[in-house]
């Protein structure tokens, strides 16, 4: 099964950024859709981006044009470069494969890794 270690998050004040990272455990990452999810305290996980296997990209409306979604597979790498953060962007964020199911992006398996943690205060 594929594995992921999520890397890059910290404190960060209303405004500023921040550059997530996903590294994954196994080449053969390439071939699937990544996407970049985020739970915060008392709600559900939601999803925040994706990123296919040919590079095409789609966001959360919350997020559009804020955030950019990019992949490296040589560095077996999916990056969430965050800019004008707002306070409600905090959450854990964690990052697995997907796939389109009933013609909406869900994750392959219930596989979640650490995740890491953002938190925009001032």
């Not at 053969?28 to 990209?57: C, D, M």
Request: net charge positive; hydrophobic share 35%.
């Amino acid at each position: 099964q594929l594995q992921f270690v999520e890397s890059g998050g910290g404190l960060v004040q209303p405004g500023g950024s921040r550059r997530l990272a996903c590294t994954a455990s196994r080449s053969v990452f390439s071939i699937y859709a990544i996407a970049w999810y985020r739970q915060a305290p008392g709600k559900v996980r939601e999803l925040v981006a994706v990123v296919t296997a040919n590079s095409s990209t789609n966001y959360a409306d919350t997020v559009k044009g804020r955030f950019t979604i990019s992949r490296e597979n040589a560095k077996k790498t999916v990056s969430l470069q965050m800019n004008s953060l707002k306070p409600e962007d905090t959450a854990v964020y964690y990052c697995t494969t997907v796939h389109i199911r009933d013609n909406e992006w869900s994750p392959r398996n219930d596989y979640w890794g650490q995740g890491t943690q953002v938190t925009v205060s001032s």
